[in-house]
């Protein structure tokens, strides 16, 4: 995993999963499968890309609830002080922070520019990678 403040995922989310998956694996070679080691939300599935460091993402069923989107997630020490930070600096907390139930704690973020990212920190056991 990267470092603190570095990119440790990426997650796309769509109403059609299984284009996605066809896209992304037909541009890039990516596959993705279930997690279910580490996902709670059978709408959440692994990508796992070429790249050597091993940067997977999560492909996320939106089921239409929400606009499609493909977002970075940077690693930081504190979900709520990157959130303060991001908002001193003239950003905008879009949701969170909020825990899901394997203890990730996370948040969607805009920058000034209304570009959409997320932070995230592991559970205290450091098990999830997102």
Known sequence: MPGINGIAWFEIG?????AAERFYGDVFGWTVAHDDAKSTDPAYQI???GDAEGLRGGLFATKGKMPSYAVFTVLVEDVEAACRRVEEAGGRVQHGPVVNP???TFAHLLDPAGNHFKVFTPPSDGVSSR
Do not use: C, M, Y
């Open 14 to 18: 769509t109403d059609d999963t299984a």
């Open 47 to 49: 990508i796992t890309t």
């Open 102 to 104: 394997v203890g990730v």
